[in-house]
């Protein structure tokens, strides 16, 4: 069994509900990836906070992996406000559940062009490598991406990223089927239904690799706090502090 754990949506907005996740992690011996934007909803570029970067980087010396986590982690709608996306909006079955099921409309690599992706891969590198973090991967916000995206990562020589059912090497035409176990806390029903799934899913870990995946909105409640301090104890045993070695 292999279990490998991150932290999504890393940006200067968040770090205090960073640093508790990260001590959660600590508690059980993980280092995490850390899954940086570059410029959360238009609100916070990351080259703008220096100390913060400067955390960052020193996070990375310690061993964290930090992946590009999308560029502003905001759908169209979401980032309308900031005229940041131009162009048609698809409004198919597979966006309205990127969007509005696994996603408060921040699904943002579902609702692109191809040259619109390729703009924000790029301009997503040139903020990290700004801010002096070297990039190990690119995860999706909400872990949706079209197909065609595959390709664009491996042209750039990217060796890992994930949606919900795999794990991906697009530089090395590599995949495999892998378990998120992750929290969801917009609603009641949705922290409690969540909360039920990891419970009952861990087992399937001895078939398919795992990736524990914590948001900043879990440390705000009590519950998802122990949630995934017991998650993290269960996967203990079995952590890799590289997500490519899910794919092995």
């Known amino acids: 069994m292999r279990v490998h754990v991150s932290i999504h949506d890393v940006c200067p907005l968040f770090r205090p509900q960073i640093e508790l996740a990260l001590d959660l992690a600590r508690a059980a011996g993980a280092k995490p990836a850390l899954l940086v934007v570059p410029n959360f909803h238009g609100r916070a570029l990351l080259t703008d906070d220096r100390e913060f970067?400067?955390?960052?980087?020193?996070?990375?010396?310690?061993?964290?992996?930090?992946f590009l986590h999308g560029f502003f982690h905001a759908s169209r709608l979401r980032e309308a406000p900031l005229r940041a996306a131009?162009?048609?909006?698809?409004?198919?079955?597979?966006?309205?559940?990127a969007?509005?099921?696994?996603?408060?409309?921040e699904a943002e690599f579902?609702?692109?062009?191809?040259?619109?992706?390729?703009?924000r891969l790029d301009d997503g590198a040139r903020v990290l490598e700004a801010a002096g973090l070297r990039i190990d991967g690119f995860v999706p916000p909400a872990w949706s991406m079209p197909a065609w995206?595959?390709?664009l990562l491996a042209a750039r020589g990217y060796s890992f990223t994930e949606d919900h059912l795999?794990?991906?090497?697009?530089?090395?035409?590599?995949?495999?089927?892998?378990?998120?176990?992750?929290?969801?806390?917009?609603?009641?029903?949705?922290?409690?239904?969540?909360?039920?799934?990891?419970?009952?899913?861990?087992?399937?870990?001895?078939f398919v690799p795992a990736r524990i995946a914590i948001h900043p909105s879990?440390?705000?409640?009590t519950r998802l706090r122990q949630e995934?301090?017991?998650?993290?104890?269960?996967?203990?045993?079995?952590?890799?502090?590289?997500?490519?070695?899910?794919?092995?």
């Open 53 to 66: 970067c400067a955390w960052l980087r020193a996070l990375q010396r310690d061993g964290h992996e930090v």
């Open 86 to 97: 131009r162009g048609g909006r698809p409004r198919g079955l597979r966006w309205r559940f």
């Open 99 to 105: 969007q509005r099921i696994v996603s408060a409309h």
């Open 110 to 119: 579902s609702d692109v062009s191809r040259t619109e992706a390729k703009e």
């Open 228 to 248: 995934i301090a017991r998650l993290l104890q269960w996967g203990k045993p079995n952590f890799v502090r590289q997500g490519r070695a899910l794919l092995e």
């Open 149 to 151: 995206l595959l390709p």
């Open 166 to 206: 795999h794990v991906y090497d697009p530089a090395g035409a590599r995949s495999r089927p892998s378990l998120v176990l992750n929290y969801a806390s917009r609603t009641p029903a949705r922290l409690l239904s969540t909360v039920a799934f990891c419970r009952l899913a861990t087992p399937l870990a001895a």
């Open 218 to 221: 879990d440390m705000q409640f």
